[in-house]
């Protein structure tokens, strides 16, 4: 029952009602979080941080636990999947089924997640442009099964558009995986680099600018640029 209301409740549009209502049922949601129409199915709990956004139009399913720290956002049309950590005979961790976002973190639009294994993006971290994928299970090819190992985008490393990130993938504090490339299972793209390719190499050193990151950093309810207005009644 519990389930089949919050699938309802993430039906209505943003109000402080919503925010309410997902409470009664268990979820974490401030009153300063906008939360959008969006279709939720099998979701055991939500964790949003002060100023955080989910925009209209994405897919949650599937999922023990997606957890945003302060002023995180997904934007539109992203399909965020945990059904892969259902996997017969999976080692239970804490990273099974979970999407872990840090403070002022984002993934833009038209992603897909596959959190079976987990994914977590640190500070800063964005997946950004479009159609990006991070896989977080994949074929064994040599024990059979199924390898389930979390993505992790490090504090302030950016992943550009329509990337593909396999399984135990490891994006280094402040790296840039260029547009278009593809991490290998297991990779740990090293940090302050720019990465590329397919499968993606380490290119250049690379430093991007702290203020990149504060153009669009919350900065609490009384409102600046790239703050979310909280939703009305």
Not at 157 to 164: E, L
Not at 200 to 209: F, G, H, K, N, S
Request: include cysteine; glycine fraction near 12%; charge should be positive.
């Amino acid at each position: 029952m519990r389930q089949a209301l919050t699938t309802l409740v993430f039906l209505l549009p943003p109000s402080r009602l919503k925010n309410r209502l997902l409470r009664r049922l268990g979820h974490v949601i401030p009153d300063t979080a906008v939360v959008g129409i969006n279709l939720v199915r099998r979701v055991d709990r939500f964790e949003l941080g002060e100023g955080s956004l989910i925009h209209h139009f994405n897919m949650f399913r599937d999922l023990r636990l997606v957890k945003m720290g302060i002023g995180c956002r997904i934007m539109l049309f992203n399909q965020i999947v945990g059904d892969s950590g259902y996997e017969p005979g999976a080692t239970p961790t804490d990273d099974l089924r979970t999407l872990r976002m840090g403070d002022d973190s984002h993934i833009i639009s038209q992603h897909y997640l596959d959190c079976g294994g987990g994914v977590i993006l640190g500070d800063n971290a964005w997946v950004t442009g479009i159609r990006s994928t991070l896989l977080s299970h994949a074929f064994d090819p040599t024990n059979g099964g199924v390898i389930l190992d979390p993505v992790t985008i490090g504090d302030r490393a950016v992943v550009a558009t329509s990337c593909t990130m396999l399984p135990g993938t490891v994006v280094g504090e402040g790296a840039l995986i260029a547009a278009g490339s593809t991490t290998w299972t297991g990779q740990e793209a090293k940090g302050a680099h720019l990465h590329g390719g397919v499968p993606a190499r380490r290119l250049a050193p690379i430093d991007i600018p702290r203020h990149v990151y504060n153009r669009a950093r919350y900065q609490g309810p009384r409102g600046v640029v790239g703050t979310p207005k909280p939703p009305s009644e």
